[in-house]
């Protein structure tokens, strides 16, 4: 690990671990576990995460008072997954066998996710939250019974953003583009889902190119997947990678006019790029549905978070994943795992009384657990509703790169989208 990287980490860990200054609840802690990258490609979906998190328990300790979250403060103990799967799945068994903690927020990508519920969580009976995993693979195993109903996230799978993507490269005039992509769960499974409807609805992939990450050039690849001399690429990956596959591709003649997925809306990503060559560069993410506690976040994340803006990747959705945590745990009212897997969609389902995001909404949430009061929180993100196999549905971002900025064009429904799929060849 570089010696800046090493840095990150251990700032990140600091801030993460510490209890805020305000408080002046009760001295024992409940340490939530958080498997997250802190460096490598995901390195800075990880650094946004921690801090919304931080934000979030923040605020639980601050609405809980003296009498604390069922009896004591929040605080999570973020460890670094690097990226890399086998790293996360010791990371997350330290975090369980050593500190035992009853739930883990994360990965933020799906090849590190996978491996912690398929080695760690699942078997040891741990609660796991992920704010930003969204290969379809995981609802296949939760179908399957191997993550034993331990296993949420707060995003939606690519089995609807792939097919999102499509309709929307369509719609931008997109009919023949090439593929480059992450070769990993989740650029394999992105990849699919995409061009089964990509095809479907009239379009042409010219060829499918995987890369695998960290490398120091892409230009072999860059140059096997310009042949054909393609109108457009679809860039399935992570900033740090994209960004020299960008540079890579621009460089060698490609068409400069570009897809790319959730993880590449990044700030990074077009300074090191530069903005004059993504001025037709189009995006999908997953959305949100407004409420006061996506304007909540939007005031006061940029101003703890480190230079970190609300629309980062994985920053609304890991607030949500922390405060539906919290207030899972103060429902439960034991810093244990059942407990808190059940109290999760306790807190989240239709029926209860909404609240919102904030010490002034937590509160109030507080106030209705003690009542022995239904609750549900609309996040964020906005409500989030849990199915069988711990997965949401919900809008999706439309996006493109305008004079630097990362602009929102415009939003497409779960139901929009699972009616493009419903018109699919089986």
């Keep these: 690990m570089r010696k800046t990287s090493l840095s990150l980490a251990v700032l990140a860990l600091a801030s993460a671990t510490a209890l805020p200054a305000f408080a002046q609840g009760p001295s024992c802690r409940h340490n939530v576990g958080m498997v ?23 605020d639980l300790n601050a609405a809980a008072g003296a009498g604390g979250i069922a009896g004591c403060q929040l605080v999570h103990e973020v460890r670094d997954a690097q990226s890399q799967g086998a790293v996360a799945v010791d990371q997350a068994r330290q975090l ?45 195993m939760a179908a399957e019974g191997q993550t034993k109903g331990w296993f949420f996230r707060t995003i939606t799978s690519d089995a609807l953003q792939g097919t999102a993507a499509a309709k929307y490269a369509l719609d931008q005039g997109m009919r023949e583009l090439a ?68 540079r890579t591709w621009i460089q060698q003649g490609g068409a400069q006019r570009f897809l790319m997925n959730d993880g590449m809306n990044s700030a990074d990503l077009i300074k090191g790029v530069g903005p004059q060559y993504l001025g037709n560069a189009f995006g999908t993410s997953s959305g949100t549905a407004r409420s006061p506690s996506t304007d909540y976040f939007g005031r006061a994340y940029p101003a703890m978070s480190g230079g970190f803006d609300a629309n980062a990747p994985a920053a609304d959705r890991a607030y949500d994943a922390a405060a539906i945590v919290g207030l899972a745990i103060a429902k439960a009212g034991k ?62 971002r439309l996006w493109r790169i ?23 060849p089986r």
């Design 96 to 140: 369980v066998d050593l500190r035992k903690t009853p739930v883990i927020i994360g990965g933020i990508i799906s090849s590190v996710s996978i491996p912690i519920v398929t080695s760690v969580t699942a078997p040891a009976g741990v609660v796991q939250v992920s704010p930003a995993s969204t290969s379809p693979t995981l609802t296949k």
């Design 179 to 246: 593929v480059i992509h992450v070769n990993n769960d989740f650029g394999v499974n992105m990849l699919a889902e995409f061009r089964k409807a990509y095809e479907a609805l009239g379009g042409k992939v010219t060829s499918v190119t995987p890369y695998n990450q960290s490398q120091p050039s892409y230009a072999a690849e860059v140059t096997r997947a310009l042949n054909g001399e393609p109108k457009a690429l679809y860039l399935i990956g992570y900033p740090g990678d994209g960004t020299t596959i960008l």
């Design 335 to 396: 810093f244990e795992a059942a407990a808190i897997r059940d109290a999760i969609r306790d807190v989240t389902k239709p029926g209860g009384e909404v609240v919102h995001a904030g010490p002034e909404g937590f509160a109030r949430a507080m106030q209705l657990i003690r009542e022995r009061k239904p609750v549900r929180y609309v996040g964020v993100i906005g409500a989030v509703d849990f199915d069988k196999n711990g997965d949401i549905v919900g809008p999706f």
């Design 36 to 58: 997250v990258s802190l460096t490598g490609p995901a390195g800075r979906f990880g650094q946004a995460a921690s801090k919304s998190v931080e934000l979030a328990f923040r």
């Design 402 to 424: 305008v004079n630097g900025e990362v602009t929102t064009t415009g939003q497409m429904s779960a139901e929009e989208v699972q009616g493009v799929q419903a018109r699919l």
